[in-house]
């Protein structure tokens, strides 16, 4: 008797112990489950696509839960109020099996036909409110293109032509106008992927020769987070992208800034002061990938930021010599720097690069360091991607097809071989800064 009090109380020692240490522990992640609001949140949403997805959740959520208490509670009193007592009980016959009372056997099928019902019309409503912009809203949508690579997002702007040099793209940051539906084609150009901006609308598969449809609305300007959701390759974790949602006069300026070619900087400035990058990232410690808390800025101000020309910074010289590695490097067959060299479509369009706050599909702060990182080693930030493979693990160069999709060339065989010094490399990252 005295050991079993003993042991009891060691037993509720050891458990309050437990409990004190889950709590710590907890304590160190931030697991923000209460208000479940994170970038990537499916729950707290700022649009009304993500939102109707959201409430469909819910209605699920709620009939599962009440049939689970239901079932769970009929179990639960079954099993105390005819359990075996005594070893009679145990060793018992069954009890004679009698065929349901027809009230029963009703009344149950009723029910799952109700929760059903319940379920069907929130779902059908939902599928065919994100099927399409809504007729009254359709005047005011706005199309855009995304495009799958591994491992990153093309982003084009059909309305946006630019005269001689064919439709406005950007890569990795979709900039959209703010309370208003924009509504996406999304197209692949190898395996396929899916498209998910989780507060604002998806996922919606990316498949090659095939033409799919999402459309989306940000309630307000904000900076958003997208993920790939679909498993397609070895860096498929890190293939991300940002949206950007901005106001009417915003959108417009950013239009404008985009559609004019290339900076070209060939006059010398003033001190060389370093450039100031925001971060945006502020419940991520500094880590290797360069993500820093140095500004507790919300992160649309930091992207504002980032759109910023600091010229007292600039080294016209050193950017000009980045420009001829540039070209001479073969950067130029895999990226457009529109207005002032290269064509190719291999990679992300570098015209107006330097104003991203990313790069690498979303994988590394655009900050001179982390610049320098992937120019570096772009195989060991970002394993398999194909800026280091280049066409020699691809059948070949992507070139424009027929109807103006890029289509892999496969009569060429040129196998990139890139080597870079140091001062190359120091060149090279002024001259992607000076891009904005
Ligand atoms: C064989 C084609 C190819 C060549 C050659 C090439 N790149 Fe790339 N580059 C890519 C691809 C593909 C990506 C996208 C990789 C990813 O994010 O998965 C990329 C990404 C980049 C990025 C990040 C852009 C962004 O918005 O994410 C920069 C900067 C860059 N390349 C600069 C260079 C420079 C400088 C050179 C020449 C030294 C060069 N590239 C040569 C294909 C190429
Ligand atoms: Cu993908």
Redesign the pocket.
């Known amino acids: 008797m005295r050991l079993n009090s003993l042991l009891s109380t060691t037993a509720r020692w050891a458990r309050a112990a437990l409990a004190l240490a889950g709590t710590v522990l907890l304590t160190g992640c931030d697991l923000n489950f209460w208000r479940m609001d994170g970038h990537q949140s499916t729950i707290a949403v700022d649009g009304p696509v993500a939102r109707s997805q959201r409430d469909l959740f819910y209605v699920t959520c709620w009939v599962t839960l009440v049939i689970f208490i239901i079932v769970g509670s009929v179990l639960a009193y079954a099993t105390i109020k005819f359990r075996a007592r005594s070893s009679a009980d145990e060793h018992a016959e069954p009890p004679e099996q009698g065929h349901g009372n027809p009230m029963i056997e009703l009344g149950l099928i009723g029910a799952s036909v109700l929760a059903l019902v319940i379920i069907a019309i929130p779902t059908l409503s939902a599928i065919w409110y994100t099927h399409d912009v809504p007729e009254a809203d359709k005047s005011n949508a706005y199309d855009v293109t995304a495009t799958g ?1 591994q ?2 997002f093309r982003f084009d702007y059909p309305n946006e032509q630019i005269p001689g040099s064919g439709t406005l793209n950007t ?2 940051e979709l900039v959209i106008p703010a309370g208003r539906p924009v509504r996406i084609q999304l197209r692949s150009v190898d395996v396929i992927h899916s498209f998910w901006i989780p507060k604002l609308a998806g996922k919606v598969d990316m498949i090659p020769n095939r033409g799919n449809f999402l459309w989306l609305k940000a309630d307000a300007p904000g900076y958003y987070w997208g993920q790939c959701a679909e498993y397609c390759g070895d ?1 498929h974790a890190v293939m991300r992208f940002r949206v950007i949602a901005l106001g009417p006069k915003e959108f417009n300026d950013w239009l404008n800034q985009q559609m004019a070619p290339a900076r070209n900087v060939t006059v010398a400035g003033a001190a060389a002061a370093k450039p100031q990058f925001a971060s945006y990232r502020k419940d991520f410690k500094q880590n290797e990938r360069g993500w820093s808390d140095r500004f507790e800025l919300n992160p649309l101000d930091s992207w504002r930021a980032h759109q910023e020309v600091d010229a007292k910074g600039e080294d016209a010289a050193l950017i000009q010599q980045g420009r001829q590695i ?1 070209n001479a ?3 130029v ?3 457009t720097v529109r207005g002032n060299d290269g064509s190719g479509i ?3 369009n ?1 015209t107006h ?1 330097g104003a ?1 706050t990313t ?3 979303g994988l590394l702060e655009n900050t001179p360091e982390q ?1 320098a990182r ?2 570096r080693h772009p195989d060991q930030v ?1 394993p398999g ?3 280091y493979y ?2 020699n693990k691809m059948a070949g160069y992507l070139k424009l097809g027929d109807d103006g999709f890029p289509v892999r060339d496969q009569n060429d065989n040129y196998v ?1 071989n ?1 080597t ?1 010094t140091e001062d190359d490399i120091t060149a ?1 990252v002024a001259y ?1 800064s000076s891009l904005k």
Do not use: E
Request: charged fraction near 10%; include cysteine; aromatic fraction near 14%.
């Open positions: 690579y491992w990153w890569s990795n860096s540039f490097k073969s950067c067959n895999c990226h291999n990679g992300p570098l690069v991203r790069i690498a599909g610049v992937w120019l970002k991607n194909k800026m280049g066409v990139p890139i870079l090279l992607i």
